[in-house]
């Protein structure tokens, strides 16, 4: 199984970025998938969660409506646009996957996770 986390760069407050998630050596849809943050010095944080089928997502409080979470499926694809970014988002981000059921909740506890990519560096200039 492997997670591959890309898009990650050097942008300005304001900017936008999409970061990919591509997904290999599992049935993706049967997982849901998050994304997690650790900035230099801070504690890795939740920062989004989408369901099997992308009808079900979760924020963290600061990044609600700046954020979007969307998966596809036939591409074994999650993806995370990043809105109106902020120096506060300076961080590498990393996706995980969980097996859920259908109608399970999104776990925002990184210790659900199964399987991680290895981060993509984003950094945001003010």
């Known amino acids: 199984v492997q997670l591959q986390a890309s898009g990650g760069g050097l942008v300005q407050a304001g900017d936008s970025l999409r970061l990919s998630c591509a997904a290999s050596?599992?049935?993706?849809?049967?997982?849901?998938v998050s994304w997690f943050r650790r900035g230099v010095g801070k504690e890795r944080e939740f920062v989004a969660a989408?369901?099997?089928?992308?009808?079900?997502?979760e924020y963290v409080d600061h990044v609600k409506g700046r954020f979007i979470i969307s998966r596809d499926n036939d591409k074994k694809s999650v993806y995370l646009q990043m809105n109106s970014l902020k120096p506060e988002d300076t961080a590498a981000y990393y996706c995980?996957?969980?097996?859920?059921?259908?109608?399970?909740?999104?776990?925002?506890?990184?210790?659900?996770?199964?399987?991680w990519g290895q981060g993509t560096l984003v950094t945001v200039s003010s």
């Open positions: 995980a996957a969980r097996a859920t059921l259908v109608t399970a909740y999104l776990s925002t506890d990184a210790d659900d996770y199964t399987y």
């Open positions: 050596g599992l049935t993706f849809s049967r997982y849901s």
């Open positions: 989408i369901g099997r089928r992308g009808g079900d997502t």
